[in-house]
């Protein structure tokens, strides 16, 4: 499986952005996915998982009631709608596959995209 991330741009403190990573390949909806981010000078850190079926989520605190992470197996991609967006929220999005577990960490996934850069303005 390969993963390509999409849809980052430039958007106003209080706007919203969607996110995708499509998959190649067909064992995508074996995949637990994950978004996590990277802004300058800091470490990466996990935004969001969802499991295979899309039935089960979890977020980050510091994005829980404004982002969602989604799935279309059928289309292999996942999706992170967010809103409500913070000047803090800037950063490099990747998405991430893992066969194991929900887990926060990035050495659980097995597979990255290649990265999408969201910027907020204030």
């Known amino acids: 499986v390969q993963l390509q991330a999409s849809g980052g741009g430039l958007v106003q403190a209080g706007g919203s952005l969607r996110l995708s990573c499509a998959a190649s390949?067909?064992?995508?909806?074996?995949?637990?996915m994950g978004w996590f981010r990277q802004a300058p000078g800091k470490e990466r850190e996990f935004v969001a998982a969802?499991?295979?079926?899309?039935?089960?989520?979890g977020y980050a605190e510091s994005v829980k009631g404004r982002f969602t992470i989604s799935r279309d197996n059928a289309k292999n991609t996942v999706y992170l709608q967010m809103n409500s967006l913070e000047p803090a929220d800037t950063a490099v999005y990747y998405c991430?596959?893992?066969?194991?577990?929900?887990?926060?960490?990035?050495?659980?996934?097995?597979?990255w995209g290649q990265g999408t850069l969201v910027t907020v303005s204030s």
């Open positions: 991430a596959a893992s066969l194991r577990s929900m887990a926060t960490m990035t050495t659980a996934y097995d597979l």
């Open positions: 390949g067909r064992t995508f909806s074996r995949y637990i």
């Open positions: 969802i499991d295979w079926s899309g039935s089960r989520t």
